[in-house]
């Protein structure tokens, strides 16, 4: 579950580090193009590209494509928070999504966050969102549907998916975390 | 098998060999149906796709020709749209996540068929974001397509335009209801917009006609202009014709994706015979046939349901759950519904107020927030049954979850304020007991089952 | 005059039909009524004197239905065989009713249509959207500007069970959020209705607010770091239905049912805006937009809102003054003027200038003429006040009267005015009188040179650079203490009411320059407003047929009448 942020406080860890590169806006131009009628249509596409690029989105994120698309940076900002998939602070450097629905949860999600909490050493810190261990290392959250229900429990990491993974195999997909 | 499958969308998938690529599509007679149907001419494609009495695949179950049909390309000025709705969320739902992963170009062919067959010049393809896969291979499947000439200027020098592209979303299951997606690719927070006035078939992406259809569908409309509208017909039963995508979950020893024609099996059978019976020599407690919003059926239950006999009168027939035929009909007659092929299966060992406060948490993190009934009556739904579930419920709960849950459903923008409602309504009725009785030991039983997760 | 404004169109104005002459058969609670072919049930039920509860949704703005307070049972004519409405006895169609309700906002009217607005279904559907709205709402009214106008307050009372079932954590949002200048926030207080959000994207188009979050924990913001603070933002307080968003100027000020309410117009520019002035014991506490679609819709801006705060100015000239030994000392109302008419009939007519004022009103301006012209006077001038004005309520002239003082034949743009500064010097003119409030020094006549006037006769509301050289300081009242009436720079003329008492001995200028006149040329035939009115009306061609009365709440257009220099413009 996102966490539920309040703009104008602490929600963001602070401006993106990194340098904004030709071949980023080159690749933003691209995504726009495809929205021909109207640009606001490109927020979604240049969310996903920042994040992949700066690992979060940030003030500068939100600027940098308010400032592409013409649009007001609240108009982007009410996305970033509205979408689950973004997040407003770095996460580790290996991300678990552990799917929380019913299928998942009835093939024993439970125990598989569980276990991968216990092996990354994260303590719930009584907010809801991401758990992010102390090195920056890993972090772990709970996901809604991931649509693979007939192979529960599933997880994601970072990018790669993972089915049927029960206690064993997480400690497998923590170990093989290079 | 005693109940073999009748492949048509998953012909090809799983099939030894058989691979993602155009060429191995081309290989098996891929784009063949794009040439015949660029040849038969916009309008007999509908006109196929009305014949063929399909029905939309993504969970409404609304007659796609009839969807179809709202937009005259020959008579509107404005541009039409059209969107594949990719976003397959509904909680026991993967079977476009096979289509898009292992055959996409059979969706995009059928893509290319339904934009032609209604005077689309551009497309977008909104797929979830988590199939962190799916969308490379759709773009990637794009690109192939229109290197061979099937998509872009000119498809096969028939004079027909056409731009398909790729938008992900990012997570939110409100952008599976089709005004909510035009609102997220427009670039918005997905709130459902009022119909009326914004029907997608009149205001729908730029408040252009859109006609937004799901990935199920669109593979379907390949198929229909392949054998005939007449042909598909026959496939499955009258009003429920063409064959189904089944995805079964939960307590069953073999879960996963099956093609039959519609009806042609019963829910008894899926379960029973294709799936392997309930895992672990249990019982079977209770099912959701068709996606976590659809309502609950109960082992041991007898639906009363309306069928015509062999004289063709409506004549009232006492069907047991087993004996429900996996169809639309069947399961709208006996309170539930197919919804989008999710069968989610639960096992007698199964505590129905942990499986709901489960589901009512998936609702609560998803109601977008934009009408009242839905934004605070779903978060209170799941506040009540997280607190029920951690033992500290109260006996007026279970009146006051229906009474909020009957608040709900039938008053809100769009249809996830019943889908939210349903489960409770449902599981509340058909399991009063078991509320009942977790509420009067509460502390006492606080030994909870796992599967609740209401974090 | 230059006027760049153009008159405010709102993007919808769902209260007025496309075509109010296509009437159709509806049947509203069991009576069939005639009502204008796709006007939304709210408004249709509103004509009809049936109240349709609601909180999102605002005539001049988009419809979005996200409230469900407006929820209403639906009916449409069952269709026989032959697709023709079935009659029922009385003639009229029978009506199949919808399970589902409807939203009025989002409803047009269609012929046959049947609507039931106090059903139980739609008392249940009410019920239950005030107990989801007060689920998570702090219930913080003793503490809370609304109460008393707050629709959630209202509508509970009327629609709700007046008890919560509620006993699980409310959710937490932040309160007594910044969000500009002029304004507060608690979210905690906010429904998320969207229209202060849809005003900031569709009437003043800078898309300042926002949501973030989702679902119940959707929080209304502006980006950090980014102000609430365009011209315009009070107008979100009057729109917000709750206590979410409340004006620093008003809040914690006063309750709003012991607040007098009195028509009246803003005459801080020349649009004049219609306004309510909320008032108490003799104090303006503030304004509110008063509807005109002709003048300034719902709206108007925050400069005019809370410029009144002027009438309780520590400075107000609260006596008559008279100078002596270069000193001011207060003066009964009868000496002062006697000492101003005194000093007049020292001098010729000729040697005598009027400032008239574009900030006076129409009565006052005539009683002026009427004086001027049984004098002999007719040197008059007013004193342009140019702004920078924008596209929307702010207009150019700073003025609020500039064309009634064009009509009275008193304005000449101030090109006569800027020659009196060498008439004075050369001892051409003798006697000055200053109304109005205005400034001549700050209009370019400097003190040294106004001190050779014979006579120097000042009516203001605060002292300025002119008063304080003036032999007579005459005190006026504010535009929330007098009535009267002005033509806006459309050409509107307009009337507003006296709220409240001037201070002190301060008096409404049309009695002050009704009494001088008295004394000095013995005209006394204008003692009321209404009485102003009869003459003006017979002498001033464009106000021919008019009377106070029938000027109205909202105006009359003069376009059609004004002279063709005056509508040029």
């Given amino acids: 579950m996102s966490v539920p942020l309040h703009a104008g406080t602490e929600s963001c860890v602070g401006a993106e580090k990194g340098e904004i590169t030709p071949v980023l806006e080159k690749q933003a131009d691209e995504l726009v193009s495809r929205y021909p009628i109207s640009k606001r249509s490109a927020v979604l596409p240049l969310l996903h590209l920042w994040q992949e690029t700066f690992g979060y989105i940030g003030p500068r994120g939100v600027e940098w494509i308010a400032r592409k698309l013409s649009l007001q940076e609240i108009q982007v900002l009410e996305l970033v928070t509205f979408y689950p998939w973004f997040r407003q602070q770095p996460y580790g450097k290996f991300h678990f999504r552990v799917c929380r629905t019913l299928p998942c949860a009835l093939g024993g999600s439970g125990k598989t966050f569980a276990a991968l909490q216990k092996l990354m050493n994260l303590k719930a810190d009584g907010h809801e969102g991401a758990m992010i261990s102390e090195d920056g290392r890993f972090s772990l959250e709970y996901s809604e549907c991931l649509a693979s229900c007939g192979t529960a429990p599933v997880v994601l990491r970072n990018d790669e998916f993972y089915e049927k993974v029960d206690e064993k195999r997480a400690t497998e997909l923590v170990a093989g975390c290079q | ?455 | 005059m230059s006027n760049c404004i153009s008159i405010p169109m709102n993007p919808w104005n769902h209260d007025v039909a496309k075509d109010e002459k296509d009437l159709v058969d509806v049947q509203i609670d069991g009576v069939w009524l005639q009502m204008p072919r796709g006007l939304n049930v709210v408004e249709a039920a509103h004509r009809a004197k049936k109240f349709i509860p609601h909180y999102c949704y605002h005539p001049k703005l988009s419809v979005v239905g996200n409230c469900r307070m407006c929820l209403f049972e639906m009916g449409t004519p069952k269709m026989g065989p032959d697709r023709k409405p079935i009659l029922g006895a009385d003639g009229k169609p029978e009506i199949a009713w919808m399970p589902r309700p409807q939203i009025g906002c989002a409803t047009g009217i269609t012929p046959g249509m049947g609507i039931r607005t106090d059903s139980p279904l739609v008392k249940d559907c009410r019920n239950g959207v005030m107990e989801f709205l007060l689920i998570n709402h702090p219930l913080d009214c003793t503490i809370c500007d609304q109460a008393g106008e707050c629709k959630l307050q209202e509508f509970s009372v009327e629609y709700g069970t007046g008890e919560s079932r509620f006993v699980e954590n409310k959710v937490k949002k932040p309160k007594n959020v910044d969000l500009g200048e002029r304004i507060v926030l608690d979210d905690e207080r906010c429904i998320l209705c969207s229209r202060c959000v849809r005003f900031s994207s569709e009437v003043t188009k800078d898309n300042v607010l926002g949501f973030v979050n989702r679902g119940s924990y959707s929080t209304l913001t502006a980006y950090p770091g980014k102000r609430f603070d365009n011209d315009y933002s009070l107008n979100t307080v009057d729109i917000c239905p709750v206590g979410a968003l409340t004006s620093k100027d008003f809040r914690f000020q006063m309750r709003v049912w012991f607040l007098k309410e009195s028509k009246s117009i803003c005459t801080s520019c020349g649009t004049g805006c219609n306004v309510t002035i909320g008032s108490r014991e003799g104090k303006v506490h503030r304004l509110t937009p008063r509807e005109n679609e002709a003048v300034n819709s719902a709206w108007m801006c925050d400069y005019g809102r809370l410029n009144f705060h002027y009438l309780e100015d520590k400075e107000r000239l609260q006596n008559p003054l008279t100078k002596a030994a270069g000193e001011h000392f207060p003066a009964p109302w009868g000496d002062a003027l006697n000492r101003a008419a005194e000093g007049l009939r020292k001098v010729q007519p000729s040697e005598i200038a009027v400032v008239a004022s574009a900030r006076m009103t129409n009565e006052e301006l005539f009683v002026l003429k009427r004086w001027m012209d049984e004098l002999g006077v007719t040197l008059v001038d007013t004193v342009n006040r140019p702004e920078q004005g924008d596209q929307f309520l702010r207009s150019a002239d700073g003025n609020p009267n500039t064309r009634g003082a064009e009509l009275l034949g008193l304005s000449h743009g101030g090109r006569k005015l800027s020659t009196w500064g060498g008439e004075i010097a050369a001892g051409r003119m003798k006697a000055l009188l200053v109304l109005g409030g205005e400034d001549v020094v700050a209009a370019g006549i400097p003190a040294a040179c106004l001190a050779q006037l014979e006579i120097l006769i000042a009516s203001a509301i605060l002292p300025n650079a002119t008063t304080r050289v003036a032999h007579v300081i005459l005190p006026g009242a504010g535009f929330a203490e007098k009535s009267g009436s002005m033509v806006n720079v459309h050409g509107r003329l307009q009337r507003f009411s006296r709220s409240i008492a001037p201070p002190g001995q301060a008096r409404e200028e049309w009695m002050i320059l009704r009494d001088l006149r008295e004394i000095v040329t013995g005209g006394n035939s204008l003692h009321s407003i209404e009485d102003i009115w009869k003459s003006m009306a017979t002498v001033i061609p464009v106000f021919a047929g008019l009377s106070w009365g029938k000027i109205g709440d909202q105006g009359v257009d003069l376009t059609h009448s004004l002279p063709a220099e005056a509508t040029a413009k």
Wanted: charge should be positive; charged fraction near 25%.
């Fill in chain 2, 1 to 455: 098998m005693a109940f073999s499958e009748h492949r048509l969308i998953f012909k090809n998938i799983d099939a030894p060999g058989y691979t993602r690529d155009i060429a191995c599509y081309q290989k098996h007679g891929g784009y063949e149906i794009l040439k015949k149907g660029l040849a038969m001419g916009g309008p007999a494609i509908r006109e196929e796709v009305k014949k063929s009495q399909l029905r939309g695949r993504g969970g409404a179950g609304f007659p796609t020709g009839t969807k179809w049909s709202f937009i005259d390309p020959a008579k509107t000025t404005k541009p039409i749209y059209l969107i594949c709705n990719a976003d397959e969320s509904e909680p026991g739902t993967f079977k476009d996540r096979q289509i898009i992963y292992k055959d996409p170009h059979q969706l995009i062919e059928g893509m290319i068929l339904s934009c032609f067959a209604n005077g689309v010049k551009l497309a977008y393809l909104y797929i979830r974001c988590e199939f962190t896969e799916g969308w490379k291979i759709l773009e990637k499947a794009l690109a192939e397509a229109k290197a061979a000439g099937f998509l872009g200027k000119n498809i096969l020098q028939s004079g027909y335009d056409l731009e398909i592209h790729v938008h992900r979303g990012a997570g939110a299951y409100i952008c599976g209801e089709e005004t909510g997606l035009i609102e997220s690719l427009e670039g918005k927070r997905a709130y459902p917009r009022i119909k009326p006035p914004y029907f997608p078939a009149v205001l729908g992406l730029y408040m252009c006609p859109t006609i937004v259809n799901n990935v199920e569908t669109l593979c379907n409309v390949k198929h229909i202009v392949e054998m005939g509208g007449d042909a598909y017909a026959k496939i499955g039963r009258p009003n429920n014709t063409g064959t189904r995508l089944l995805c079964v979950s939960g307590d069953v020893v073999k879960p996963g994706y099956y093609e039959f024609p519609c009806g042609a099996i019963t829910l008894g059978q899926l379960i029973f015979n294709v799936c392997g019976g309930i895992r672990n020599g249990r019982r079977l407690k209770a099912v959701i046939p068709g996606g976590s919003s659809a309502k609950v059926l109960r082992a041991g239950e007898v639906y009363k349901i309306k069928e015509k006999d062999s004289q063709g009168n409506l004549v009232d027939r006492e069907v047991k759950l087993e004996d429900l035929r996996m169809d639309f009909d069947s399961l709208a007659a006996a309170g539930s519904m197919a919804g989008s092929g999710g069968v989610i299966v639960m096992d007698d060992t199964r505590d129905m107020v942990e499986c709901l406060a489960n589901i009512s948490t998936f609702y609560a993190h998803e109601s977008c927030g934009q009408c009242t009934p839905c934004r605070e009556g779903v978060l209170w739904l799941k506040k009540i049954l997280s607190r029920v579930a951690e033992g500290h419920g109260r006996d007026e709960d279970p009146a006051l979850l229906k009474d909020v849950a009957d608040r709900i459903a039938g008053r809100t923008i769009c249809a996830f304020g019943e889908a939210a409602a349903w489960p409770v309504q449902s599981f509340l009725g058909k399991f009063k007991e078991e509320f009942q009785l977790r509420i009067r030991r509460n502390g006492a039983a606080a030994k909870r089952d796992t599967i609740s997760l209401t974090h």
